[in-house]
Nanobody, 115 residues
Framework: QVQLVESGGGLVQPGGSLRLSCAAS????????MGWYRQAPGKQRELVAA???????NYADSVKGRFTISRDHAKNTVYLQMNSLKPEDTAVYYC?????????WGQGTQVTVSS
């Protein structure tokens, strides 16, 4: 059974940085896509960043130049380095994995950007 365990969320001041991690277990073979979504109160869940198995990346316009996604294929882990954080980045961040053409979600980790 595929399980995703996220870590790295928390409270940070505007302009600060955080690094999220998501480790996938129960994997046999290659993961297609790994990525991060977020959902702020009263808003729909939105894509933040994703990386395909071949390395192609996709970022939301709002985070381009500030966030960087990376993967460790050997560890089935995806990271999200978030720099120059803004209050509007406040949300619950969810790890997403596309594996054997099925979607799996993490439990979510809260990121709060506030002074």
């Amino acid at each position: 059974q595929v399980q995703l365990v996220e870590s790295g969320g928390g409270l940070v001041q505007p302009g600060g940085s955080l690094r999220l991690s998501c480790a996938a277990s129960g994997i046999a073979g290659s993961i297609n896509d790994m990525g991060w979504y977020r959902q702020a109160p009263g808003k729909q869940r939105e894509l933040v960043a994703a990386m395909a198995s071949g390395g192609t990346t996709n970022y939301a316009d709002s985070v381009k130049g500030r966030f960087t996604i990376s993967r460790d294929h050997a560890k089935n882990t995806v990271y999200l380095q978030m720099n120059s954080l803004k209050p509007e980045d406040t949300a619950v961040y969810y790890c997403h994995v596309l594996y054997r053409f099925r979607s799996y979600w993490g439990q979510g980790t809260q990121v709060t950007v506030s002074s």
